[in-house]
């Protein structure tokens, strides 16, 4: 891999995300439809510099805002949803390492960021109690090292990852996040998702059958939730922007088609199907929709970056419970556009040809990540009763 461009600054991040979003919306359609998985195109990410724009700037980065990095997701997700969410778990990881990880590991790992290499993840597992049912276990050796073992599932960009952080258990049963090398001696990679939506995430499962992991590759994950933290809420809020940004392409994609292959209803009397008055109402309310997504989103990300700048319990509180917000709005108008793409646009935008069938599966399936209802429940609870969101990095 040739060196990566190092970005300056936040508009500098801004407007490399929307020259990207242009170059990956091109072929976005044929890519789903054969399910080509993107190694270009993540080739062409890491060089652009972006996947370093949180590194703080102390070790080289720009160390953007939130408000700067949800708005580069949302760009990128209105052209590619699939491509947009490879690098989420990449910054999640990117911050962990800011909040618990060493100097000397920071030091190495944000180089690492900075030359271009990608941060997959490994966390999820298939078969347990729960989403918070780890079992993979890191087995401390004589030496100080530890063996990793353990099956993962949903391991989005895995496939093409440099490193490969993972979730997993120590003996004491704590939360510690283990950085490996993607082709280190027992780990395994399985391009085996088949979901209906966000067909080329690179995704899959790791196996991970007593991989030596050397001490100074190990942070101590529990200790985030110790005290108030922003973890969750800046997970979340990459999720967020994925949602507000599937739903802004879809309905760039039905302004397009409307506008150069709609007919016009008879009954409408107009000679074209963009001046048919029941079009532009819908129009119009589909465009009230995404305006409220985006907005919320932003708004989400200023509260994140001002609770970064005085981390209290309730600034904490405050940014999850933003983020819930837009979270919610955003998943729901992702849904609602990537359908209505059809219903204003007719009979003809159904033919698979088009594909445009992609971004109601993408909002389908990405919107599943984690349960809206539980989102809107913990903002009931904090509107009514100021009970503060839990602190267990999904909210």
Wanted: with cysteine; proline share 4%.
């Amino acid at each position: 891999m040739s060196a990566a461009h190092v970005i300056a600054g936040d508009a500098e991040a801004l407007a490399v995300a929307a020259g990207l979003a242009e170059e990956f919306r091109e072929g976005a359609a044929e890519r789903d439809a054969r399910r080509r998985l993107p190694r270009e195109e993540l080739d062409r990410l890491s060089a652009s510099g972006l996947l370093a724009v949180t590194v703080p700037a102390g070790y080289g980065g720009a160390d953007v805002r939130a408000e700067t990095l949800a708005e580069v997701f949302r760009l990128l997700a209105s052209a590619d949803a699939s491509l947009a969410q490879i690098p989420q778990s990449h910054f999640v990881y990117v911050n962990v390492l800011r909040d618990r990880g060493t100097p000397e590991q920071q030091a190495f790992l944000f180089g690492e960021v900075l030359a271009g290499k990608r941060f997959g993840n490994a966390q999820s597992e298939a078969g347990t109690r729960h989403v918070q049912d780890i079992r993979t276990r890191l087995e401390p050796r004589a030496d100080g090292s530890y063996l990793l073992t353990g099956v993962k599932h949903y391991c989005t960009g895995a496939l093409f990852a440099h490193w490969i952080p993972v979730l997993a258990r120590a003996e004491d049963g704590e939360l510690h996040v283990a950085w490996v090398p993607r082709d280190a001696p027992g780990v395994t990679v399985e391009d085996d998702w088949d979901g209906m939506g966000q067909r080329t995430t690179a995704g899959g499962t790791v196996r991970l059958d007593g991989v030596p992991v050397p001490a100074d590759r190990v942070v101590p994950h529990h200790l985030t939730f110790r005290g108030p933290q922003l973890h969750g809420a800046l997970a979340q809020l990459l999720h967020a922007a994925i949602d507000a940004g599937i739903a802004s392409g879809a309905l760039a994609e039905a302004v397009e088609f409307v506008r150069t292959k709609s007919r016009p209803w008879f009954e409408s009397g107009q000679d074209t199907a963009a001046e048919d008055p029941l079009l532009i109402q819908r129009f119009g309310e589909l465009a009230l929709r995404v305006r409220a997504a985006d907005a919320l989103l932003a708004a989400a990300a200023r509260t994140v970056d001002a609770a970064r700048a005085d981390l209290t319990d309730d600034t904490a509180a405050e940014a999850s419970i933003a983020v819930a917000a837009a979270k919610a709005t955003a998943a729901s108008a992702a849904v609602e556009l990537g359908s209505a793409l059809f219903e204003v646009s007719g009979t003809r935008s159904a033919q698979a040809a088009l594909n445009l069938g992609r971004h109601w599966r993408d909002a389908r399936t990405h919107t599943l990540h984690d349960p809206v209802r539980w989102k809107v429940q913990h903002i009931g609870r904090y509107v009514l009763n100021g009970a503060r969101p839990p602190r267990h990095g999904l909210l």
